[in-house]
């Protein structure tokens, strides 16, 4: 019965509304605080993440500026159906015509025909192919398919590759190097316990090769379908080079040539050509420019302030400083690789009245073809002396580093919502709390009120029937 209300029943005032109208009164200036504070941290987050963003793609343009390796790098033209090529920083730049003479082949030895059924011998195989040697052991009733699945799945095989070709002669055993190459060329030593003759080409005799005729095991009874055969080059007419493989890594002072097709005797040469090439710094450059120049018009509209509308950042501290730091760090000169200094603007870089940068490439071109390694100073500097790129870069981790500045305001930030959050809650139990104390307060007067008329009335009814009361008609 506690949570029964009798609104007005006995005063007749709408208690309900009354009540609503007193809480109300108290919750919609609170509640209205409360979310104008909380929109306002949500446009900072927002407007400071967006910041963060704009910083971080500035900062992303830089990277590869920063970076020496990226700096004089060597560009190798001459790509055709015969060779291709890539090359590093430490080639040097020049002509060659190269001449594809031999390309690299794998071993492949073939055994005579065998019967499917037949038991090849008794006996051991070592297989050698490379610098990988391994056993193989056949008992009296191994198959030619036995052999070659003891060969296959041999956890000591690393170089070869056991088939079965089937003809009208029988079972052949194909033996394939993996790699190509003379140094793969596989020798088989076949100790023979079936008849004790290693090089008979009888039992397992059959499935031995070694072609070496000095060699106490020579053997051919394996055919050799095709030869190991090394890659052979010959450039500039004169220097010939052999290799394993396709594959001539560093024949050039930092270039790699790799063999596709044999020059036949009416083929053109291939041509080889090494420049340098410095397209990282324009497109780093241009990369960098376009990013600054969206920061500055983001910037601007953060921190906007006057008739034309208020930013959210405007007056704000942290946008000022990142800004300040920044046209700082552009327009500051480092030192080059001679001792001499050298600024964004003698690189091509230009800024109008609104701090908008441009990229003149004919001013750039020309300071690399005058001094690229000042170039790459100005840029990438030193452990000691870092340069404008690693100073830029630096500069960004500070605002834009998971802990940074940024990270901690938003942090911060977060923290105050939270706390918005929890002031909502206890708000809300205070208005409970009010709420049912004034309709424990009006209920109660409600009841008294109603008491009071029923008093009242019974008062009235004792007096209308006491003797000698005359009621007057009205």
């Known amino acids: 019965m506690a949570n029964i209300t009798f609104n007005g029943l006995g005063s007749g005032l709408k208690v309900a509304d009354i009540v609503g109208a007193i809480v109300g009164a108290e919750k919609v200036p609170y509640e209205t605080r409360l979310n104008q504070k909380e929109g306002s941290i949500t446009t900072d987050i927002s407007a400071v993440g967006a910041l963060k963003s704009a910083l971080q793609k500035v900062q992303d343009s830089i990277s590869n500026l920063a970076d020496a390796d990226r700096y004089q790098l060597r560009e190798v033209k001459g790509n055709d159906d015969f060779i291709s090529m890539s090359s590093n920083k430490d080639a040097e730049i020049g002509n060659y015509s190269v001449k594809v003479d031999r390309l690299a082949e794998k071993h492949k030895l073939v055994s005579t025909g065998i ?129 394993s493989t396709n594959t001539f890594t560093n024949v050039i002072d930092g270039v790699d040539i790799t063999a596709k097709k044999i020059h036949a005797v009416d083929d053109d040469l291939s041509s ?50 990142v800004m300040s730091k920044l046209r700082q760090q552009i327009s500051t000169p480092f030192e080059t690789s001679n001792g001499n200094t050298l600024s964004l603007s003698q690189l091509g870089v230009r800024s109008d009245r609104y701090g908008v940068l441009s990229l003149d490439k004919d001013d750039l071109n020309e300071a690399i073809a005058n001094d690229v390694d000042g170039v790459q100073n100005f840029f990438v500097g030193s452990d000691e002396d870092p340069g404008f790129a690693s100073s830029v870069d630096t500069l960004m981790k500070f605002y834009t580093d998971s802990g940074g500045l940024i990270d901690s305001r938003i942090e911060g930030k977060k923290s105050q919502l939270e706390g918005i959050d929890d002031d909502r809650i206890s708000f809300g139990r205070k208005m409970d709390s009010l709420e ?17 008329n029923a008093t009242g009335s019974y008062i009235t009814a004792q007096l209308d029937n006491m003797p000698g009361v005359v009621k007057q008609n009205k």
């Open 115 to 243: 019967d499917s059924e037949e038991a090849i011998g008794k006996g051991t195989l070592t297989i050698k192919s490379g610098e990988n040697s391994f056993d193989i052991t056949a008992s009296d009733t191994s198959t030619l398919a036995d052999i070659r699945d003891a060969i296959n799945d041999s956890n000591d095989n690393e170089s070869v590759i056991a088939t079965i070709i089937t003809d009208d002669g029988g079972q052949h055993l194909v033996l394939s190097s993996k790699e190509t190459g003379l140094a793969n060329a596989i020798t088989i030593v076949v100790d023979d316990v079936s008849d004790g003759n290693n090089q008979d080409a009888l039992g397992l005799s059959r499935l031995a090769y070694d072609p070496d005729p000095l060699s106490a095991t020579h053997s051919l009874s394996m055919n050799e379908a095709t030869p190991a055969v090394d890659a052979q080059i010959t450039i500039d007419g004169t220097l010939v080079v052999t290799n």
């Open 272 to 321: 080889v050509t090494l420049s340098e090439n410095n397209a990282n710094v324009e497109a780093g450059l241009n990369q960098f420019v376009k990013n600054y120049n969206a920061l500055v018009t983001l910037s601007k509209s953060l921190g906007q302030a006057g008739e034309g509308g208020t930013g959210p950042l405007a007056g704000d501290s942290l946008l000022r400083g």
């Open 436 to 452: 049912a104390r004034l309709y424990k307060q009006y209920n109660a007067m409600d009841l008294l009120v109603a008491n009071l």
